[in-house]
């Protein structure tokens, strides 16, 4: 009797569903769909960005077609950019999606979900549930995840491996698990097999330095097998790394070791103007609305380090010395791109959850300090980015109307959150709902309303779809000084394209008896006619030079004119212009 009754009552709390039971699935919900929209929503809709994605995927789309799935090439020539194991990835997924902008940025989608849930499981394991929840939001809601998971290159597998590994390897040092150090160095063989030996530099260089910040660190470190981790990592990447060798000798050599990595580092290749405060102001624009929290944490974390209250937490001061690695070892590089620093985000979303957790259970400590004014900025920070947001959207861009519900929603967000903060008696909520909500809707109208319009000035594709559909099987096809728009050429046009850089080998390749569809700027194509080579105009488009913003600017910025030339005795002439 006694057991029907219980059987009773929890038949009955499972079909009347209290209040706790329905927020958390109505937190679940809100969780996917942010997950959703940040990573998934309309990924494979616009075409490829220029220049990296069609390169990667032109260069998977090789590998799949050859069936030699040990060497890349673009092309149809090797392609020494990186290692192999992005292009497997890539190339399982375009093989079950489709040769097709989905097929090859799911990879970096799925990656940037299961960074997300490293993450979490990191917090949650060496701090709490609710650190570990609010990391893994903040992380999801960033903006680089918001572009990198939805860009088709390495960058997001990367992180994945490297930061993955390096979890793996916390967890054993501070907690003594050593059995989780061996998944810990498969992961860094991964990372080292997606982007090359920089996986084992940034992984050395924040061992160096959290052993040298603090000694008890340093002896839960050293009770890790390491050299046997970079035994088995060098030995699990080596077999492809010989091969390669083997097959190329010194094309390898020099395209991947010397020109890839030492030279890219060592060396200013693009005339870039070196700039050692360049990724500091990537991350103080990339953490946003949380830059003041980060800055926080770093006060407090700082003044607890000088003063020597109490024993500064060992987690972060690996997180610190992860950030310091990246941001260090790239402001030293001669060339520098935003999203190099990428694999610093986990750790920094995990230190603006610690910052808001502590700030909650310890309101009024001293110890806090930095955290409470870096909370009390997020609402302001939101509030001067929605009013300049709406500003510029009303005087500078050409948008839908309804696109300035998104500047309202941000700006009525950070609004409330700092009323709210301003009461002296209101403490931080569990998670911050109102901020993630308002860049949830953000990321809506960017897919609604900015990236439609950039395609619409994104006319390389359709150039290339042009010819592909009108050049015969014996047509020769090429491409003269398309720089950055180079490859996505090559991905829509679908067949072998040279890359003509002088006009001396343009004069060569227009002198061939086979007939030709050659795409060039208008002034190339005015400048080759001005010289007598008997060129005409086959197809033109006009559109935008660079992937920017200015092609949304009210005040028109002059098109760039694409066109096809062709042998001057072709009898058809096309011409159209792009709106």
Same mark, same amino acid.
């Not at 907690?175 to 498969?186: F, K, N, T």
């Not at 050293?222 to 088995?232: D, E, N, Q, Y």
């Given at each position: 009797?006694?057991? =029907?009754? =219980? ?7 499972l ?16 969780v ?8 998934? *929503? ?5 075409t ?30 090797? $392609?020494?950019?990186?290692?192999i ?14 040769m097709?902008?989905l097929?090859?940025?799911? %990879?970096?989608a ?16 060496? %701090?709490s ?20 998971a ?10 994945? $491996? ?12 501070l ?7 061996? +998944? ?6 991964l ?5 090359g030996?920089?996986?084992?530099? /940034?992984? +050395? ?8 910040v603090?000694s ?5 470190l /050293? =009770?890790?097998?390491?050299?046997? +981790?970079?035994?088995?990592v ?15 000798h010194?094309?390898? %050599?020099?395209?991947y070791?010397?020109?890839?990595n ?32 980060l ?9 607890q ?14 997180? *610190? ?10 402001t030293?590089? &001669? ?16 230190? @603006?959850?610690?910052? *808001? ?18 909370? &009390?900025?997020?609402g302001?920070? !939101? ?26 929603? !941000? ?8 009323? #709210? ?5 209101w ?6 709902w ?7 809707i ?6 609604t ?6 395609e ?13 559909? &009108?050049?015969?099987?014996?047509d020769?096809?090429?491409?003269? #000084? ?24 343009? =004069? ?5 008896r086979?007939?030709?569809? @050659? ?12 010289? +007598? ?12 030079w ?9 005040? #028109? ?10 042998r ?12």
């Open positions: 009797m006694i057991g =029907r009754s =219980r059987y009773n009552a929890a038949r009955l709390r079909s009347i569903p209290d209040g706790t039971l329905i927020r958390r699935i109505a937190q679940a919900a809100a996917a769909l942010l997950l959703f929209v940040v990573l998934f *929503w309309r990924l494979g809709q616009p490829f960005w220029d220049p990296d994605e069609a390169h990667y995927a032109q260069t998977t789309r090789e590998l799949i077609r050859t069936g030699d799935w040990l060497a890349p090439y673009y092309n149809e020539q090797p $392609f020494f950019d990186k290692p194991l992005f292009h497997w990835l890539q190339g399982a997924a375009m093989t079950l999606f489709g097709n902008e097929g090859a940025r799911i %990879v970096p799925l990656a940037a979900l299961a960074l997300v849930g490293v993450t979490m499981w990191l917090g949650a394991t060496l %701090v549930f609710d650190v570990g929840l609010i990391a893994a939001l903040i992380l999801a809601a960033n903006p680089a995840i918001f572009a990198l939805r860009y088709a290159i390495l960058d997001t597998v990367f992180t994945l $491996f490297l930061f993955g590994g390096a979890s793996l390897l916390t967890v054993a040092a907690q003594d698990r050593p059995r989780l150090q061996w +998944g810990g160095y498969l992961l860094l063989a990372a080292f097999f997606t982007k030996p920089l996986a084992l530099v /940034l992984a +050395g260089l924040t061992l160096l330095l959290a052993g040298a603090s008890d660190l340093r002896r839960r /050293l =009770r890790l097998r390491f050299i046997v +981790g970079f035994i088995l060098v030995a699990a990447v080596a077999p492809w790394f010989i091969y390669m060798w083997l097959r190329f010194d094309g390898f %050599v020099n395209g070791v010397l020109d890839e030492i030279s890219l580092y060592a060396r200013n290749r693009f005339n870039a103007r070196a700039d050692p405060w360049f990724y500091f102001r990537v991350l103080a624009a990339g953490v946003l609305p949380w830059t003041g929290l800055l926080g944490r770093l006060f407090d974390d700082v003044r380090w000088f003063r020597r209250t109490e024993p500064l937490d060992l987690f972060d001061i690996l997180l *610190w010395t992860w950030i310091l690695a990246i941001v260090g070892f790239f030293f590089s &001669h060339f520098k791109l935003d999203h190099y620093v990428f694999p610093a985000a986990p750790a920094i979303a995990l230190l @603006c959850a610690r910052a *808001w957790t502590d700030l909650r259970e310890r309101t009024l400590d001293g110890l806090t300090t930095g955290a409470r004014i870096g909370f &009390h900025s997020v302001p920070i !939101m509030v001067i980015a929605g009013a300049g947001g709406g500003y510029f959207m009303i005087a500078r861009l050409e948008l839908s109307p309804l696109a300035i519900v998104v500047p309202i929603v !941000m700006l009525a967000a950070g609004a409330l959150i700092t009323a #709210r903060a301003s009461l002296g008696n403490k931080a909520p569990r998670v911050p109102i901020s993630l909500v308002a860049l949830g953000t990321y809506v109208g960017i897919l309303f900015v990236i439609p319009k950039l619409e000035h994104k006319v390389v594709p359709d150039v290339a779809r042009w010819v592909a559909s &009108h050049a015969q099987p014996g020769r096809v090429a491409i003269y #000084r398309l720089n950055r728009w180079s490859t996505a050429f090559r991905f829509y046009v679908d067949r072998h394209t040279p890359h003509l850089e002088s006009a001396s080998e343009a =004069r060569a390749f227009f002198d061939a086979e007939p030709f569809y @050659c795409v060039m700027l208008r002034p190339a194509f005015e400048e080759f006619i001005a010289q +007598g080579v008997p060129l005409t105009l086959a197809y033109e488009r006009e559109g935008m660079a992937t920017s913003g200015r092609a949304l600017w009210r005040r #028109r910025i002059p098109p760039t004119r694409f066109v096809v030339a062709t001057a005795e072709r009898p058809a002439v096309i011409q159209v212009s792009a709106p």
